[in-house]
């Protein structure tokens, strides 16, 4: 089974996830999309990063109606810092009858050189990038003609986790931003407040 893995701190999931996550799995070769939540690093002070388990939470809730999208907490158990690689060996070594692609916007992509061990992903792993609006510049260049990198036709979208945060403790309407039981789980939760 192939199978797309999307890593983020969800923080919280929104609707432009799950635009890019479900148009992936719909329009590539990909079975489905793995939504893997980043552990909050100890190593670093993140006032606003909710705790592991209530972003896994929203990405449970959002995902619900979406069959070809699961949620993963497989970093949670890895060593901290984690490392994609080092993920994505336990994920293959776990489940050998399938093959694990990233998936990244193109602004990633950029600074994918920095990556630890980023030839040895690149050599065993397909990586799906969706478009970013970007200017000429800073197209990037470098991987536009590597066999292992696949840029896919794909909505552009401009939601940030950050904005949905900031709106909220400004007391502005963001349910068209939000799965409607994610919503319900931030007001309950009085989440992104303060």
Do not use: C
Not at 3 to 8: A, Q
Not at 71 to 94: G, H, R
């Amino acid at each position: 089974m192939n199978i797309g893995l999307y890593f983020g701190t969800f923080n919280p999931i929104h609707i432009g996830h799950l635009i890019i996550a479900n148009h992936l799995v719909e329009y590539s070769d990909l079975e489905e999309v793995w939504l893997v939540v980043s552990p909050h690093n100890p190593f670093k002070d993140k006032k606003s990063l909710l705790d592991n388990h209530h972003r896994l939470a929203m990405v449970q809730l959002a995902i619900e109606d979406f069959p070809k999208l699961k949620v993963s907490d497989i970093e949670f158990k890895l060593p901290q810092p984690s490392y994609t690689i080092k993920t994505l060996a336990y994920l293959t070594e776990k489940y050998p009858n399938h093959h694990f692609s990233l998936i990244m916007g193109e602004d990633n992509l950029r600074g994918f050189h920095k990556w630890k061990n980023q030839e040895q992903i690149l050599q065993n792993h397909f990586i799906y990038v969706y478009p970013r609006i970007k200017t000429k510049e800073e197209k990037e260049k470098s991987f536009l003609n590597h066999p292992n990198i696949k840029f896919m036709e794909a909505p552009i979208i401009q939601i940030s986790a950050t904005s949905i945060r900031k709106s909220i403790k400004n007391k502005k309407n963001v349910l068209p931003l939000l799965p409607i039981k994610v919503w319900n789980y931030i007001d309950e939760m009085n989440f992104y407040k303060k």
